[in-house]
């Protein structure tokens, strides 16, 4: 089953100690991103990744930091957490940009950050 | 952000028609997508246009029109689960999403 998934699902961590977000897809999809989602203000990209080594900044990426040192795994870093990072966290990949692709999304990871 | 404007609330009867717009920068534009999203979960997959005009599937159609920057999601014969947000989105070398407009379906 095609799948997207991101761990953890929950999470309530104090300001300052370093997180981390992973997210997986079985699909072999090329492009994978970071997006948060905050009330009135959509989903909002924070970093995505065209391929293997291959990353680039979004909309809002202060605060984050990305890896894609595989296909498969694109994890989401928060170096120093702060309370104006608690969103609604979603992974998604796709086979390429630029096509008519479907977008996979994972489940949603909510962050809580005091 | 690609200055993706939609409304940001409608509200509509049970069995009626709504009409959501969408506008988007069209410099290096690739389709429009639409997805739906219920509270708290991931969003789905409605359409994706790439084309000019009017793309039917079932209670649901799209329609772009590339030069003017524009594309509308037609929900018809509403039903009480369709109260959702719904995403367009725009594609080129990357996806941006609008805020989103979240409708309310009323019996």
């Known amino acids: 089953e095609a799948q997207v998934t991101q761990n953890p699902r929950y999470l309530i961590t104090v300001t300052g100690k370093k997180l981390t977000v992973t997210c997986s897809q079985n699909?072999?999809?090329?492009?994978m991103s970071w997006y948060r989602q905050d009330p009135g203000l959509g989903l909002r990209q924070i970093y995505y990744s065209m391929n293997v080594e291959v990353t680039d900044k979004g909309d809002v990426p202060e605060g984050y930091k990305v890896s894609r040192k595989e296909k498969r795994n694109f994890p989401l870093i928060l170096e120093s957490p702060s309370p104006n990072q608690t969103s609604l966290y979603f992974c998604?990949?796709?086979?390429?940009?630029?096509?008519?692709?479907?977008?996979?999304f994972g489940e949603g990871s909510w962050l809580t950050v005091v | 952000g690609q200055n993706i404007d939609q409304p940001t609330e409608m509200t509509a009867t049970e069995g009626a028609i709504v009409q959501i717009n969408c506008t988007y920068q069209?410099?290096?534009?690739?389709?429009l997508f639409w997805y739906q999203q219920h509270a708290g979960e991931a969003p789905t997959f409605l359409s994706y246009n790439v084309l000019d005009g009017l793309e039917e599937k079932g209670r649901f159609s799209s329609f772009l029109s590339r030069s003017k920057g524009y594309s509308y999601l037609l929900l018809k014969e509403l039903q009480m689960k369709d109260s959702a947000s719904y995403l367009c989105?725009?594609?080129?070398?990357?996806?941006?999403f609008g805020a989103g407009t979240t409708v309310t379906v009323r019996a």
């Open positions: 069209t410099s290096g534009f690739n389709g």
């Open positions: 998604a990949s796709s086979a390429r940009t630029g096509g008519m692709d479907t977008i996979y």
């Open positions: 699909m072999n999809h090329e492009y």
């Open positions: 989105a725009r594609n080129d070398y990357k996806l941006s």
